[in-house]
């Protein structure tokens, strides 16, 4: 059925640090894979996304890699902030013959940075 | 804010009794998704709609559980006869339909349902 599994479900890094999320998804049809950021009692927040046509894709200080063969992408946050605590979700896209898509969620990373 | 808006934020209910929650999406976005969030867990997939045609219903959806779009413009979210595990944070989401199948999703802040 439509999953997606996501590790770790805390992760804990110091100020400068790297930080790493990895998913791995079960439709083989999928082919958008977007990221977002929830603080607590605050809305999910779309913070980078990768297509199915490219493997890699970078913002800054965030980038996504994405293996369609092994079904696997993560997330990697590189000099980490104390700003970025929060949690963190990746989705799978499930498309349907009419056009339209739903985002199958991951259970989310809580990331703590420590300064 | 020009944002997706929900209201209420928050609702506090009696078991048994009925509630509606409402989203007003991104004005250019036909299309607009209900999620549900537990703690702990991502959000999970309720309905979606495309203009005012609810397309796509979740299996995991009760007959408790109705969605309206009217006019293609706002949704409502009504639960009948509320249970205990009804309580969770009802996302909504929306996206305008573009080029491509998947375009970006931005997500509502949400209404706190408990229910007591």
């Known amino acids: 059925g439509e999953n997606v599994e996501q590790h770790p479900s805390t992760l804990s890094v110091q100020e400068g640090d790297s930080a790493v999320i990895k998913c791995t998804y079960s439709?083989?049809?999928?082919?958008?894979f977007p990221w977002y950021k929830q603080e607590l009692g605050k809305r999910p927040q779309l913070i980078i996304d990768?297509?199915?046509?490219?493997g890699e894709k970078k913002d800054q200080r965030i980038a996504v890699t994405l293996n369609k063969t092994a079904k696997h992408f993560s997330l990697h946050i590189t000099e980490t902030q104390p700003e970025d605590s929060a949690v963190y979700f990746c989705?799978?896209?499930?498309?349907?013959?009419?056009?339209?898509?739903?985002?199958?969620f991951g259970a989310g990373t809580r990331l703590a940075v420590h300064p | 804010d020009t944002g997706v808006s929900q209201n209420p934020r928050h609702k506090i209910t009696k078991r048994g009794q009925n509630v509606t929650f409402r989203c007003d999406p991104i004005?250019?976005?036909?299309?607009l998704y209900w999620y549900r969030q537990t703690l702990g867990q991502g959000p999970e997939f309720l309905t979606y709609?495309?203009?005012?045609?609810?397309?796509?219903k979740s299996r995991l959806l009760s007959d408790r559980f109705s969605a309206e779009r009217p006019k293609g413009s706002f949704s409502t979210l009504e639960i009948q006869r509320t249970e205990q595990g009804d309580s969770a944070m009802y996302l909504c989401?929306?996206?305008?339909?573009?080029?491509?199948?998947?375009?970006?999703?931005?997500f509502g802040s949400g209404t706190q349902l408990s229910v007591l």
């Open positions: 989401a929306s996206t305008r339909q573009g080029n491509s199948t998947n375009e970006k999703l931005f």
């Open positions: 439709d083989s049809a999928s082919n958008y």
């Open positions: 990768i297509r199915s046509n490219v």
């Open positions: 989705a799978a896209s499930i498309n349907f013959s009419g056009g339209y898509n739903k985002l199958i």
């Open positions: 004005s250019e976005h036909n299309r």
């Open positions: 709609f495309q203009n005012e045609a609810q397309l796509e």
